[in-house]
């Protein structure tokens, strides 16, 4: 019995002290979504005070703020009040509840008046002081309190640690859809082997035979509409040879009339790079469906554009276009100062399915400037070709 006695009386001690040893803050009615607080606070539960802050301060979100000035204030009501030191505060409750939703009324002029929804959260911090407890260094994979003052119960504690970067708690950013399935479905366009010093020479190379070949084209290509229809240029490096092979969509409108314009192809891209001991090799192949590549479809759309159509005709007629050769899908998109207007703005169009996070999917992608009497726009077509 007196063992039990003095079991109780020290769960009774240690919760007092659990008390004294918390110190919680509270903020309400802010005026932002639940979901946004709390993809913030599920990268700061569980870490020290001063970890807190530097992470509060460098992250992006809008929500970070109001977050921020609720831990200063439970961090300055622990050092006021209770005398604790910052240095051992650690955040060991981080939660947020859905407040009420304030509904306003937008005035507009004839009665187009309409309400708008504002909602509210409600956000509750809770540090905790480790210095009370046995001394022991916390041994962690990223270092959260890997400081020999930071201390923490022998064997349970609620003190948690979650990693930023492994816990699933970033945001997706966007990615290029052919970066990111090579090595899967996506082959790369540039096959040669260099040493690191020589590597930033051999992507210039590449840059400038790609430079070459397309304003040859451009200039001897005889079509009014503007499209060069080159859909690709594959390059190969060897010791002794460097092989082109140039997928283009209307092979017949540059050899035309001159049967020898692949050769004078080649020796402009030789006199630009200065080849001496290399040979160069150049091939052309021919696409079945032209339009089914997003390169040659820019240059449509762009050709349209510098003609003053209409975006909306130039991108419906691109689809239709894109819809003979047999795809799935397509978006398309466009920015700038569209139609002339003085503010720019964005616009796309899709049409069927374009799934650019299942890396199974083949998806073709371009980005194309196009220099217009208004200014530069910018085009971005997403096609997505089939499913692997």
């Known amino acids: 019995m007196t063992n039990m006695l003095r079991n109780k009386n020290k769960v009774r001690k240690r919760e007092k002290e659990d008390i004294k040893t918390e110190v919680y803050a509270l903020s309400q009615s802010i005026s932002m979504s639940a979901h ?7 990268q700061i539960r569980g870490r020290s005070y001063q970890e807190t802050l530097m992470i509060l301060e460098l992250m992006p979100y809008r929500a970070c703020y109001p977050i921020f000035k609720v831990i200063y204030s439970a961090a300055a009501n622990a050092k006021h009040n209770m005398g604790l030191n910052e240095e051992y505060l650690v955040i060991i409750k981080a939660t947020v509840d859905e407040g009420t939703t304030v509904k306003k009324l937008k005035p507009r002029a004839r009665g187009r008046s309409y309400p708008i929804k504002r909602p509210t959260c409600h956000i509750t911090i809770v540090l905790k002081n480790i210095s009370l407890y046995e001394e022991s260094v916390v041994e962690n994979s990223i270092g959260c309190f890997k400081k020999t003052g930071w201390i923490y119960k022998k064997k349970s504690t609620d003190i948690t640690c979650h990693n930023m970067y492994t816990s699933g708690g970033v945001m997706g950013q966007k990615i290029n859809p052919l970066g990111f399935r090579l090595g899967t479905i996506q082959g790369h366009h540039s096959l040669w082997f260099a040493q690191p010093k020589n590597y930033s020479k051999g992507l210039q190379e590449d840059q400038k035979i790609r430079e070459c070949i397309k304003n040859y084209v451009q200039k001897n290509m005889r079509i009014s509409s503007g499209v060069e229809g080159i859909a690709r240029i594959e390059i190969q490096k060897r010791i002794d040879l460097i092989q082109i092979i140039i997928h283009m969509g209307f092979p017949k409108l540059l050899v035309e009339g001159k049967p020898r314009r692949i050769e004078e192809l080649q020796m402009n891209v030789q006199k630009e790079l200065n080849y001496v001991n290399r040979k160069l090799n150049i091939t052309i192949t021919r696409i079945t469906k032209p339009y089914g590549h997003p390169n040659i479809l820019a240059e449509f759309i762009a050709g349209q554009l510098r003609n003053r159509v209409s975006f909306r005709k130039a991108i419906k007629k691109a689809i239709e276009l894109t819809e003979q050769a047999d795809t799935k899908g397509i978006q398309v998109q466009i920015a700038g100062r569209i139609d002339g207007k003085e503010i720019a703005r964005v616009e796309w169009i899709r049409e069927g399915r374009v799934p650019l996070q299942t890396i199974r999917a ?27």
């Not at 946004?36 to 599920?42: E, G, I, P, Q, S």
């Open 36 to 42: 946004k607080a709390r993809r913030v606070l599920d």
């Open 362 to 388: 083949k998806i073709d992608y371009c980005s194309y400037r196009v220099r217009t009497i208004y200014g530069v726009l910018g085009i971005k077509i997403w096609i997505f070709v089939d499913e692997e």
